[in-house]
């Protein structure tokens, strides 16, 4: 990445690390009521990733878009289950997609030089 970070790189920065509080908290207490504040802070990214012309933000869009169409599935799989023994079968699931955002997550704070 260029020696000097645009605000918008530093404000995506700032939401990736947000981002990955929130699933190290889902991780440890396999407890979901953390998505609609991880809703949030990925709807902030796209957000800033998508209203910029920064070459960091084209860089990134790969890995951003991993994250972007997880969390996607994410939610579609949540609203297949119709009670809350149906979560566990679909814990599996919920995993893997929120391990590959998480994988995302580290991918993208590596180029931005941040791991």
Do not use: C, W
Request: aromatic content about 6%; overall charge negative.
């Amino acid at each position: 990445m260029e020696e000097q970070a645009s605000q918008v790189t530093m404000d995506f920065a700032g939401k990736l690390i947000d981002l990955s509080r929130v699933i190290v908290e889902i991780f440890k207490t396999n407890n979901l009521d953390k998505l609609p504040e991880m809703n949030r802070i990925i709807k902030e990214m796209y957000r800033l990733q998508h209203g910029s012309e920064d070459p960091a933000m084209q860089t990134i869009d790969v890995e951003a878009n991993v994250i972007y169409t997880n969390f996607d599935m994410l939610v579609k799989v949540l609203k297949t289950a119709e009670t809350e023994n149906d979560l566990e079968s679909l814990q599996a699931a919920v995993n893997k997609f929120l391990h590959n955002i998480n994988e995302a997550t580290v991918n993208i704070a590596a180029m931005f030089g941040l791991v």
